[in-house]
Protein backbone atom coordinates (compact mmCIF):
# COMPACT_ATOMS: atom_id res chain seq x y z
CA UNK A 1 0.00 0.00 0.00
CA UNK A 2 1.40 3.23 -0.95
CA UNK A 3 1.63 6.24 2.64
CA UNK A 4 -0.97 8.00 0.34
CA UNK A 5 -3.76 8.06 -2.55
CA UNK A 6 -2.71 9.00 -5.89
CA UNK A 7 -3.92 12.33 -6.84
CA UNK A 8 -5.43 12.55 -10.09
CA UNK A 9 -7.41 15.48 -9.94
CA UNK A 10 -6.51 18.62 -12.26
CA UNK A 11 -4.28 20.31 -9.73
CA UNK A 12 -2.21 19.82 -7.84
CA UNK A 13 -0.96 17.10 -8.98
CA UNK A 14 1.48 14.70 -8.06
CA UNK A 15 4.82 15.78 -7.02
CA UNK A 16 8.02 14.12 -7.94
CA UNK A 17 10.24 13.52 -4.42
CA UNK A 18 13.12 15.39 -5.43
CA UNK A 19 10.60 18.68 -5.81
CA UNK A 20 9.16 18.15 -2.72
CA UNK A 21 12.94 17.58 -1.03
CA UNK A 22 14.27 20.77 -2.44
CA UNK A 23 12.10 22.25 -0.29
CA UNK A 24 12.77 20.79 3.11
CA UNK A 25 15.92 22.51 3.69
CA UNK A 26 16.71 25.43 6.13
CA UNK A 27 15.64 28.31 4.72
CA UNK A 28 17.92 30.96 3.82
CA UNK A 29 18.23 34.48 3.39
CA UNK A 30 16.68 35.61 0.41
CA UNK A 31 19.79 37.83 -0.01
CA UNK A 32 21.85 34.95 0.11
CA UNK A 33 23.95 34.58 -3.14
CA UNK A 34 23.39 30.71 -3.26
CA UNK A 35 19.77 31.60 -3.70
CA UNK A 36 19.57 34.22 -5.66
CA UNK A 37 21.45 32.30 -8.16
CA UNK A 38 18.80 29.81 -7.79
CA UNK A 39 16.14 32.33 -8.19
CA UNK A 40 18.02 33.67 -11.82
CA UNK A 41 18.12 29.75 -12.98
CA UNK A 42 14.46 29.59 -12.45
CA UNK A 43 13.99 32.91 -14.58
CA UNK A 44 15.59 31.80 -17.30
CA UNK A 45 14.24 28.16 -17.59
CA UNK A 46 10.60 29.64 -17.50
CA UNK A 47 11.80 30.96 -21.01
CA UNK A 48 12.46 27.79 -22.44
CA UNK A 49 9.36 26.31 -20.76
CA UNK A 50 7.60 29.35 -22.23
CA UNK A 51 9.30 29.36 -25.54
CA UNK A 52 10.29 32.89 -24.94
CA UNK A 53 13.34 34.01 -24.77
CA UNK A 54 12.31 37.90 -25.78
CA UNK A 55 9.69 37.89 -22.46
CA UNK A 56 9.41 39.28 -19.35
CA UNK A 57 8.96 36.35 -16.84
CA UNK A 58 7.96 36.90 -13.49
CA UNK A 59 7.93 34.54 -10.34
CA UNK A 60 5.24 35.52 -7.72
CA UNK A 61 4.27 34.14 -4.18
CA UNK A 62 0.42 34.06 -5.49
CA UNK A 63 -1.60 31.54 -6.60
CA UNK A 64 -3.28 31.36 -10.42
CA UNK A 65 -6.22 33.49 -9.91
CA UNK A 66 -3.51 36.30 -8.62
CA UNK A 67 -1.20 35.78 -12.13
CA UNK A 68 -4.95 36.84 -14.07
CA UNK A 69 -5.67 39.33 -11.81
CA UNK A 70 -2.76 41.44 -12.68
CA UNK A 71 -3.18 40.08 -16.20
CA UNK A 72 -6.28 42.59 -15.99
CA UNK A 73 -4.87 45.16 -13.37
CA UNK A 74 -1.77 45.96 -15.27
CA UNK A 75 -3.61 46.21 -18.98
CA UNK A 76 -6.77 47.67 -18.24
CA UNK A 77 -7.98 51.00 -17.40
CA UNK A 78 -11.72 52.03 -16.88
CA UNK A 79 -13.61 51.99 -20.56
CA UNK A 80 -11.10 49.77 -22.07
CA UNK A 81 -12.77 47.44 -24.52
CA UNK A 82 -11.39 43.41 -24.47
CA UNK A 83 -13.14 40.46 -25.86
CA UNK A 84 -13.52 37.23 -23.57
CA UNK A 85 -14.18 33.76 -24.69
CA UNK A 86 -16.25 31.79 -22.29
CA UNK A 87 -15.38 28.09 -22.71
CA UNK A 88 -15.94 27.71 -19.00
CA UNK A 89 -15.77 28.52 -15.20
CA UNK A 90 -12.31 30.02 -14.97
CA UNK A 91 -13.49 32.26 -18.40
CA UNK A 92 -16.17 33.69 -16.38
CA UNK A 93 -13.87 34.46 -13.49
CA UNK A 94 -11.47 35.91 -16.10
CA UNK A 95 -14.81 38.38 -17.33
CA UNK A 96 -15.40 39.29 -13.37
CA UNK A 97 -11.82 40.48 -13.06
CA UNK A 98 -11.71 42.13 -16.20
CA UNK A 99 -15.14 44.29 -15.02
CA UNK A 100 -13.61 44.52 -11.30
CA UNK A 101 -10.79 46.88 -13.73
CA UNK A 102 -13.49 48.55 -15.10
CA UNK A 103 -13.06 46.56 -18.57
CA UNK A 104 -16.08 46.98 -21.22
CA UNK A 105 -15.93 43.05 -21.67
CA UNK A 106 -17.53 41.41 -24.70
CA UNK A 107 -18.58 37.67 -24.16
CA UNK A 108 -18.22 35.61 -26.99
CA UNK A 109 -19.53 32.04 -25.42
CA UNK A 110 -19.08 28.65 -26.87
CA UNK A 111 -21.90 26.10 -25.87
CA UNK A 112 -20.65 23.36 -23.03
CA UNK A 113 -17.95 21.42 -24.66
CA UNK A 114 -17.27 23.65 -27.45
CA UNK A 115 -15.02 26.64 -28.27
CA UNK A 116 -15.59 29.99 -30.11
CA UNK A 117 -15.33 29.88 -33.88
CA UNK A 118 -12.40 32.10 -34.56
CA UNK A 119 -14.86 33.29 -37.65
CA UNK A 120 -16.93 34.41 -34.67
CA UNK A 121 -14.01 36.64 -32.77
CA UNK A 122 -12.99 37.79 -36.26
CA UNK A 123 -16.23 39.21 -36.49
CA UNK A 124 -16.19 40.64 -33.55
CA UNK A 125 -12.15 42.07 -33.86
CA UNK A 126 -13.72 43.64 -36.72
CA UNK A 127 -15.80 46.39 -35.25
CA UNK A 128 -12.41 47.82 -34.15
CA UNK A 129 -11.56 49.32 -31.09
CA UNK A 130 -10.59 46.28 -28.99
CA UNK A 131 -7.49 46.81 -26.24
CA UNK A 132 -7.32 43.01 -25.92
CA UNK A 133 -8.48 39.10 -26.14
CA UNK A 134 -8.41 37.30 -22.92
CA UNK A 135 -9.11 33.62 -23.16
CA UNK A 136 -8.12 30.75 -21.12
CA UNK A 137 -5.96 28.12 -23.26
CA UNK A 138 -7.36 25.04 -21.71
CA UNK A 139 -10.60 25.70 -19.26
CA UNK A 140 -10.53 22.96 -16.60
CA UNK A 141 -13.83 23.07 -15.55
CA UNK A 142 -15.12 21.25 -19.46
CA UNK A 143 -11.95 19.94 -20.67
CA UNK A 144 -11.58 22.48 -23.76
CA UNK A 145 -8.81 23.44 -25.67
CA UNK A 146 -8.51 26.99 -27.24
CA UNK A 147 -6.66 27.73 -30.29
CA UNK A 148 -4.15 29.97 -29.34
CA UNK A 149 -2.19 30.47 -32.21
CA UNK A 150 -5.04 31.06 -34.61
CA UNK A 151 -6.24 33.49 -31.60
CA UNK A 152 -2.67 35.58 -31.00
CA UNK A 153 -2.48 36.03 -34.79
CA UNK A 154 -5.82 37.36 -35.26
CA UNK A 155 -6.14 39.69 -32.00
CA UNK A 156 -2.74 40.75 -33.86
CA UNK A 157 -4.23 41.46 -37.18
CA UNK A 158 -7.00 44.00 -35.17
CA UNK A 159 -4.49 45.26 -33.00
CA UNK A 160 -4.74 43.84 -29.82
CA UNK A 161 -2.87 41.95 -27.32
CA UNK A 162 -3.46 37.98 -26.31
CA UNK A 163 -3.80 37.50 -22.84
CA UNK A 164 -3.75 33.28 -22.20
CA UNK A 165 -4.91 31.47 -18.97
CA UNK A 166 -2.31 28.89 -19.47
CA UNK A 167 -2.76 27.70 -15.67
CA UNK A 168 -4.32 24.33 -16.53
CA UNK A 169 -1.62 23.98 -20.02
CA UNK A 170 1.60 25.26 -19.60
CA UNK A 171 4.63 22.86 -19.32
CA UNK A 172 2.24 20.00 -20.68
CA UNK A 173 0.21 21.38 -23.70
CA UNK A 174 1.90 22.76 -26.71
CA UNK A 175 2.59 27.33 -26.21
CA UNK A 176 5.00 28.94 -27.95
CA UNK A 177 4.70 32.45 -26.36
CA UNK A 178 7.18 34.68 -28.88
CA UNK A 179 6.50 32.72 -32.28
CA UNK A 180 2.66 32.82 -32.01
CA UNK A 181 2.50 36.51 -30.69
CA UNK A 182 1.01 35.58 -26.74
CA UNK A 183 1.60 38.92 -24.94
CA UNK A 184 0.45 37.17 -21.61
CA UNK A 185 0.37 34.29 -20.23
CA UNK A 186 0.22 32.96 -16.77
CA UNK A 187 0.18 29.91 -14.48
CA UNK A 188 0.20 28.56 -11.28
CA UNK A 189 2.92 26.53 -9.48
CA UNK A 190 0.40 23.37 -8.74
CA UNK A 191 -0.31 22.13 -12.03
CA UNK A 192 2.36 21.10 -14.83
CA UNK A 193 5.40 23.23 -13.56
CA UNK A 194 4.88 20.50 -10.80
CA UNK A 195 5.58 22.50 -7.29
CA UNK A 196 3.20 22.73 -4.61
CA UNK A 197 0.42 25.29 -4.91
CA UNK A 198 2.04 28.65 -3.97
CA UNK A 199 4.01 30.71 -7.03
CA UNK A 200 2.26 32.30 -9.69
CA UNK A 201 4.56 32.31 -13.04
CA UNK A 202 3.85 34.73 -15.69
CA UNK A 203 5.46 36.25 -18.94
CA UNK A 204 4.76 39.36 -20.16
CA UNK A 205 5.35 40.60 -24.04
CA UNK A 206 7.80 43.86 -24.21
CA UNK A 207 4.75 45.21 -25.79
CA UNK A 208 2.21 44.62 -23.28
CA UNK A 209 4.82 45.91 -20.77
CA UNK A 210 4.85 49.32 -23.20
CA UNK A 211 1.40 49.15 -22.68
CA UNK A 212 1.56 48.72 -18.81
CA UNK A 213 4.22 52.02 -18.87
CA UNK A 214 2.30 54.15 -21.26
CA UNK A 215 -0.88 54.34 -18.99
CA UNK A 216 -2.70 57.04 -17.72
CA UNK A 217 -3.62 55.79 -14.23
CA UNK A 218 -1.63 53.55 -11.64
CA UNK A 219 -2.27 50.42 -12.05
CA UNK A 220 -5.19 49.82 -9.18
CA UNK A 221 -3.16 46.52 -7.05
CA UNK A 222 0.26 47.38 -5.21
CA UNK A 223 1.10 43.89 -4.99
CA UNK A 224 0.34 42.71 -8.20
CA UNK A 225 1.99 45.95 -10.32
CA UNK A 226 4.36 44.40 -12.88
CA UNK A 227 6.15 47.17 -12.88
CA UNK A 228 7.43 47.02 -9.39
CA UNK A 229 8.79 43.47 -9.45
CA UNK A 230 10.53 43.92 -13.23
CA UNK A 231 13.50 45.16 -11.13
CA UNK A 232 13.50 42.57 -8.82
CA UNK A 233 13.17 39.73 -11.69
CA UNK A 234 15.67 41.53 -13.66
CA UNK A 235 17.73 42.16 -11.35
CA UNK A 236 17.73 38.32 -10.06
CA UNK A 237 17.94 36.64 -14.15
CA UNK A 238 21.78 38.87 -13.39
CA UNK A 239 22.38 37.44 -10.48
CA UNK A 240 21.90 40.19 -8.31
CA UNK A 241 19.62 41.16 -5.34
CA UNK A 242 16.47 43.41 -5.47
CA UNK A 243 13.92 43.30 -3.59
CA UNK A 244 10.25 44.41 -3.64
CA UNK A 245 8.69 41.67 -1.33
CA UNK A 246 10.05 38.61 0.35
CA UNK A 247 10.20 35.66 -2.14
CA UNK A 248 9.10 32.27 -1.51
CA UNK A 249 12.45 30.95 -0.90
CA UNK A 250 11.72 27.52 -0.33
CA UNK A 251 8.98 27.21 -3.29
CA UNK A 252 11.57 28.72 -5.73
CA UNK A 253 13.78 26.13 -4.27
CA UNK A 254 11.77 23.42 -5.75
CA UNK A 255 10.31 25.55 -8.60
CA UNK A 256 13.79 25.42 -10.26
CA UNK A 257 14.63 21.76 -9.41
CA UNK A 258 10.77 20.66 -11.10
CA UNK A 259 11.73 23.16 -13.88
CA UNK A 260 15.22 21.60 -14.39
CA UNK A 261 13.64 18.59 -14.83
CA UNK A 262 10.45 19.86 -17.31
CA UNK A 263 13.69 21.72 -19.78
CA UNK A 264 15.78 18.24 -19.07
CA UNK A 265 12.80 16.38 -20.71
CA UNK A 266 12.72 18.58 -23.68
CA UNK A 267 9.33 20.72 -24.23
CA UNK A 268 8.69 18.60 -27.59
CA UNK A 269 9.27 15.71 -25.47
CA UNK A 270 6.77 16.51 -22.82
CA UNK A 271 3.86 17.87 -25.26
CA UNK A 272 3.92 14.31 -27.09
CA UNK A 273 4.57 13.15 -23.88
CA UNK A 274 1.25 14.60 -22.23
CA UNK A 275 -0.87 14.33 -25.96
CA UNK A 276 0.26 9.70 -25.63
CA UNK A 277 -1.24 9.72 -22.11
CA UNK A 278 -4.75 11.94 -22.66
CA UNK A 279 -5.19 9.97 -26.17
CA UNK A 280 -4.47 6.38 -24.01
CA UNK A 281 -7.13 7.74 -20.94
CA UNK A 282 -9.49 8.99 -23.49
CA UNK A 283 -9.25 5.60 -25.43
CA UNK A 284 -10.41 4.01 -22.20
CA UNK A 285 -13.09 6.11 -21.24
CA UNK A 286 -14.56 5.65 -25.06
CA UNK A 287 -14.09 1.57 -24.44
CA UNK A 288 -16.31 2.01 -21.14
CA UNK A 289 -19.08 3.88 -23.37
CA UNK A 290 -18.31 6.81 -21.13
CA UNK A 291 -19.00 10.01 -23.32
CA UNK A 292 -16.56 13.47 -22.73
CA UNK A 293 -17.82 17.25 -22.10
CA UNK A 294 -15.51 18.06 -25.27
CA UNK A 295 -17.67 17.91 -28.37
CA UNK A 296 -14.57 16.28 -30.37
CA UNK A 297 -11.01 15.09 -30.68
CA UNK A 298 -9.92 18.49 -32.05
CA UNK A 299 -11.35 20.69 -28.54
CA UNK A 300 -10.22 18.16 -26.00
CA UNK A 301 -7.55 19.21 -23.81
CA UNK A 302 -4.75 16.61 -22.94
CA UNK A 303 -4.04 17.67 -19.01
CA UNK A 304 -7.09 16.19 -18.14
CA UNK A 305 -10.55 14.38 -19.13
CA UNK A 306 -13.63 15.39 -18.27
CA UNK A 307 -15.98 12.39 -18.35
CA UNK A 308 -19.74 11.79 -17.85
CA UNK A 309 -21.26 9.71 -16.04
CA UNK A 310 -23.03 6.53 -16.95
CA UNK A 311 -26.84 6.50 -16.54
CA UNK A 312 -27.93 5.72 -12.95
CA UNK A 313 -24.17 6.60 -11.08
CA UNK A 314 -23.90 9.54 -8.65
CA UNK A 315 -21.22 11.44 -8.05
CA UNK A 316 -22.22 11.44 -4.44
CA UNK A 317 -21.20 7.73 -4.51
CA UNK A 318 -18.42 7.35 -7.70
CA UNK A 319 -16.16 9.69 -6.56
CA UNK A 320 -15.29 8.18 -2.88
CA UNK A 321 -15.41 4.31 -4.16
CA UNK A 322 -12.77 5.42 -6.37
CA UNK A 323 -10.57 6.97 -3.39
CA UNK A 324 -11.49 3.51 -1.75
CA UNK A 325 -9.34 1.89 -4.36
CA UNK A 326 -6.73 4.32 -3.84
CA UNK A 327 -6.47 7.18 -6.26
CA UNK A 328 -8.57 10.92 -6.02
CA UNK A 329 -10.00 11.82 -9.39
CA UNK A 330 -12.49 15.22 -9.27
CA UNK A 331 -16.25 16.18 -9.57
CA UNK A 332 -17.63 17.89 -11.90
CA UNK A 333 -17.15 21.71 -11.81
CA UNK A 334 -19.26 24.16 -14.36
CA UNK A 335 -22.51 24.82 -12.40
CA UNK A 336 -25.37 23.74 -14.74
CA UNK A 337 -23.74 20.27 -15.24
CA UNK A 338 -21.62 19.90 -11.96
CA UNK A 339 -23.33 16.79 -10.74
CA UNK A 340 -23.28 14.73 -14.70
CA UNK A 341 -19.16 14.66 -14.68
CA UNK A 342 -15.83 13.69 -13.14
CA UNK A 343 -12.60 15.22 -14.03
CA UNK A 344 -9.24 13.37 -14.25
CA UNK A 345 -5.97 15.16 -14.24
CA UNK A 346 -3.13 13.23 -16.48
CA UNK A 347 -0.28 15.87 -16.47
CA UNK A 348 3.01 16.36 -14.84
CA UNK A 349 5.60 13.59 -14.36
CA UNK A 350 2.85 10.97 -13.67
CA UNK A 351 3.79 7.08 -15.25
CA UNK A 352 1.85 5.14 -17.75
CA UNK A 353 1.24 2.78 -14.74
CA UNK A 354 -0.27 5.57 -12.73
CA UNK A 355 -2.67 5.68 -15.71
CA UNK A 356 -3.40 2.54 -16.22
CA UNK A 357 -4.06 2.48 -12.22
CA UNK A 358 -6.33 5.35 -12.25
CA UNK A 359 -8.31 3.63 -14.88
CA UNK A 360 -8.69 0.13 -13.09
CA UNK A 361 -9.43 2.18 -10.16
CA UNK A 362 -12.28 3.59 -12.19
CA UNK A 363 -13.79 0.37 -13.74
CA UNK A 364 -13.64 -1.06 -10.12
CA UNK A 365 -16.05 1.87 -8.61
CA UNK A 366 -18.44 1.34 -11.95
CA UNK A 367 -18.56 -2.34 -11.53
CA UNK A 368 -19.46 -2.08 -7.86
CA UNK A 369 -22.15 0.14 -8.41
CA UNK A 370 -23.85 -1.38 -10.98
CA UNK A 371 -22.71 -0.20 -14.14
CA UNK A 372 -22.55 -3.16 -17.02
CA UNK A 373 -19.48 -3.31 -19.06
CA UNK A 374 -16.76 -5.97 -20.07
CA UNK A 375 -13.96 -5.34 -16.65
CA UNK A 376 -10.35 -4.54 -17.97
CA UNK A 377 -11.86 -3.08 -21.49
CA UNK A 378 -10.77 0.27 -20.25
CA UNK A 379 -7.87 -0.60 -19.17
CA UNK A 380 -6.91 -2.64 -22.51
CA UNK A 381 -8.02 0.09 -24.51
CA UNK A 382 -5.54 2.37 -22.81
CA UNK A 383 -2.60 -0.15 -23.42
CA UNK A 384 -3.27 -0.36 -27.17
CA UNK A 385 -3.45 3.58 -27.80
CA UNK A 386 -0.61 3.68 -26.00
CA UNK A 387 1.03 1.18 -27.45
CA UNK A 388 0.24 2.63 -31.17
CA UNK A 389 1.56 6.25 -30.16
CA UNK A 390 4.68 4.55 -29.55
CA UNK A 391 4.83 3.00 -32.71
CA UNK A 392 4.02 6.39 -34.40
N1 LIG B 1 -7.37 29.10 -14.46
C1 LIG B 1 -7.48 27.78 -14.65
C2 LIG B 1 -7.63 27.28 -16.04
C3 LIG B 1 -7.43 26.91 -13.56
O1 LIG B 1 -7.52 25.61 -13.75
C4 LIG B 1 -7.28 27.43 -12.26
C5 LIG B 1 -7.20 26.53 -11.03
N2 LIG B 1 -7.88 25.37 -11.10
C6 LIG B 1 -7.17 28.80 -12.12
C7 LIG B 1 -7.22 29.61 -13.23
C8 LIG B 1 -7.02 29.44 -10.76
O2 LIG B 1 -5.80 29.09 -10.23
P1 LIG B 1 -5.57 29.09 -8.62
O3 LIG B 1 -6.53 28.10 -8.07
O4 LIG B 1 -4.14 28.67 -8.48
O5 LIG B 1 -5.84 30.46 -8.14
Not at 58 to 80: C, H, P, Y
Not at 125 to 131: E, M, N, W
Not at 361 to 381: C, D, M
Amino acid sequence: MKSHKLLMIPGPIEFDPAVLAAMSVPTSSHTDPAFIQTFGEALEKMRTVFQSPSGQPFIVAASGTFAMDVAAANLIEAGDRVILLNIGYFSERFGEILERYGAQVTQIKAEIGNRPDPQQVEEELKKGGYKAVYFSHVDTSTGVLNDVPTLARLAHQYGALCVVDGVCSIAAEELRFDEWGVDVAVTASQKAIGVPPGLALWMVSQRALEVCRNRKTPVPNYYGDWLKWLPVMQAHEARQFDYFATPAINLIRSLNVSLSQIVAEGMENRYARHRKMSRAFKAAMTALELDQIPVSEEVAAHTLTAVRYPQGIQAGEFLPRVAQEGVIVSGGLLPPIKQEYFRVGHMGNISFGDLIGTISAIERALSSLGYHFTIGSGVAAAQRAYQESEAV
